[in-house]
């Protein structure tokens, strides 16, 4: 995870480094994502999401797209 102040350093530096430009996100959903992905990693019944269950959480906080895609 790189942070960045705009989309327009995000595109430099993809340039830079010639590097396809990933998904952007706002710090909002990325704490969402962190929170919802990580809340439960403590629980002794934790276990890995399957992808079905991965997809569900992208898609209730608007993160769609192939960058989203896990299989």
Same mark, same amino acid.
């Given at each position: 995870m790189l942070l960045f102040r705009s989309e327009e350093m995000v595109d430099r530096w993809c340039?830079?480094? /010639?590097?396809?430009? /990933? %998904?952007?996100?706002?710090? %909002?959903?990325?704490w969402a994502l962190a929170r919802e992905w990580y809340h439960d990693r403590r629980d002794r019944q934790w276990r890995r999401r399957t992808v079905d269950e991965a997809h569900a959480l992208f898609n209730r906080l608007g993160l769609t797209g192939d960058f989203w895609k896990l299989n």
């Open positions: 340039r830079n480094w /010639g590097l396809p430009r /990933g %998904a952007i996100l706002s710090p %909002a959903t990325c």
